[in-house]
């Protein structure tokens, strides 16, 4: 179960924004948090009146990555939450693929490895001037491999790879270029921006929505041929439903 007040949850209509609230540890993703996190996710794809989540963090940090002083403490003493959390990790790293509702990061400061995937696995990803992007891991000898899928999905090889072996952040302005974010927005206006693209989502039939998402997904995983076809049964059934 997530800490008291690690993970905050707001309603705003249709809209669900889950903020981390970990800002002494600079929101590190923690067990509790990944537990909290994939929860709060499964709990919104399941519920009928949530039709958009907004991801947001408390204080100047949006997420500095995983907790590497609770990993290293749980494979020492607790190796089986260590296998627990490494399995989070996973989660963490494909739910919003998954899922048919809409996420949206809104990015206030720095997104650092495990940071960054959950940032750049949303859906749509708005962020401040101060954000930072970052795969720092092969700086302290290990490997960013589970971040790496997805960033070749984002920005492609040539770039993923060098983002992942230099372990160099880029700001704002440069993810927007490579197509890592959707938008540069100034820090006040941010999570009222965030907010209001996600009530603009929410007002439309989330059956379209849904589809939508999933032939997005279905273009990444099949053959053209058969993502096509994919998405007209989709369409059919739609039409079926409504008729």
């Not at 048919?100 to 720095?110: C, D, E, L, R, S």
């Not at 949303?122 to 092969?138: I, K, N, Q, W």
């Amino acid at each position: 179960m997530v800490e008291e007040n690690e993970l905050l949850a707001e309603r705003h209509g249709h809209v669900l924004l889950l903020t981390l609230n970990r800002h002494p540890k600079r929101n590190a993703l923690g067990l509790a948090m990944l537990q909290g996190l994939v929860d709060a996710f499964n709990g919104a794809d399941a519920d009928p009146d949530t039709r958009c989540v907004v991801i947001a963090a408390r204080g100047s940090c949006f997420c500095a990555g995983a907790d590497l002083e609770e990993a290293r403490r749980l494979a020492r003493e607790q190796p089986e939450l260590a296998s627990r959390r490494s399995d989070l990790l996973v989660d963490i790293n494909t739910i919003v693929a998954r899922l048919g509702t809409p996420v949206i990061a809104a990015v206030n400061g720095p997104a650092i490895g495990a940071g960054a995937g959950l940032a750049l696995g949303s859906d749509l990803v708005l962020a401040a001037p101060a954000a930072r992007f970052g795969y720092p891991e092969v700086k302290h000898g290990i490997s960013a491999g589970m971040l790496i899928p997805n960033l070749i999905r984002q920005v492609g090889p040539k770039a993923a790879f060098e983002l992942v072996a230099t372990g160099d952040p880029i700001d704002a302005e440069r993810a927007y270029a490579l197509g890592m974010i959707n938008r540069v927005v100034p820090e006040a206006e941010l999570l009222p921006a965030a907010l209001a693209l996600a009530e603009r989502l929410a007002q439309f039939a989330p059956a379209g929505l849904v589809a939508s998402k999933r032939a997005f997904q279905q273009a990444y995983e099949l053959t053209l041929e058969d993502a096509v076809r994919a998405a007209r049964d989709v369409n059919d059934r739609i039409r079926a439903s409504a008729g």
